[in-house]
């Protein structure tokens, strides 16, 4: 049995779904209440939780950037699990997460067309191959919502600096194929205050696409 964390209304017809790891799931509580507060929309909320934040996130196998833990290549089996959440064709499904599930919720866009929007905050768009990946597959969804701590390009990591640039494109090859997009920037680093983060992601992904 997969194992969820659920926030909302059961029956609402819009479902958020997060992946998410032990990390955070003490502020999931939290960050669903800012998404209440700041997006007058009934919602479900969905926290899938993964085992382990490397592999099960990761769409192919890369080199550690920072520590000694590589990435894996189990988003393919996470997107599995998350689709059986998924089925009801009445209702409407956005997926969206904090750092590599930010990453992963933007490739799932290129694997499927179940999801109306993606909300990735400070997605992990550095990751090898990433963007490349994403200008040659089609896009399936109605609006993407992305942002990333302004400081989050000054790190002295060679691979994680190129962060900037690479959300930058990103953004812009999500406008040149006429995908509603919003490219926001907070203050301060990558581990600043993500549940706040995550929440206006989600909050300002249902203000950008249609949830009626």
């Known amino acids: 049995m997969d194992n969820i964390i ?16 032990d990390h955070e799931q003490e502020s999931l509580a939290d960050e669903v209440a800012l998404i209440k507060d700041m997006s007058d929309t009934d ?3 969905i926290g899938y939780t993964v085992k382990d934040w490397n592999r099960d996130l990761s769409p192919w196998k890369a080199p550690a950037v920072f520590g000694n833990e590589a990435f894996g290549d189990g988003a393919a089996d996470t997107l599995s699990g998350i689709l059986k959440f998924c089925t009801d064709n009445e209702k409407k499904y956005f997926l969206g ?7 992963f919720s933007l490739w799932a866009t290129l694997q499927t067309d179940i999801f109306a929007g ?3 905050a400070s997605p992990s ?9 994403l200008e040659d597959h089609e896009i399936m969804t109605e609006g993407v919502y992305l942002s990333l701590g302004d400081k989050e390009e000054m790190t002295k990591n060679p691979v994680m600096r190129t962060v900037g640039d690479r959300i930058r494109e990103c953004h812009s090859l999500l406008s ?17 205050e993500p549940d706040i983060r995550t929440a206006r ?7 950008l696409v249609s949830v009626t």
Not at 6 to 21: H, K, R, S, V
Not at 125 to 133: N, S
């Open 201 to 207: 992601a989600f909050a300002q992904l249902l203000h």
């Open 176 to 192: 040149a194929r006429n995908i509603p997009c919003i490219l926001e920037w907070n203050r301060g680093g990558h581990f600043k």
């Open 6 to 21: 659920e926030y909302g209304n059961p029956d609402a017809d819009i479902i958020l779904i997060q992946p998410t790891g």
């Open 43 to 45: 919602f479900r909320f």
């Open 97 to 103: 997460g904090y750092s590599l599930a930010g990453l």
């Open 125 to 133: 768009v550095w990751f090898p191959g990433f963007t490349q990946y």
């Open 118 to 120: 993606i909300a990735a």
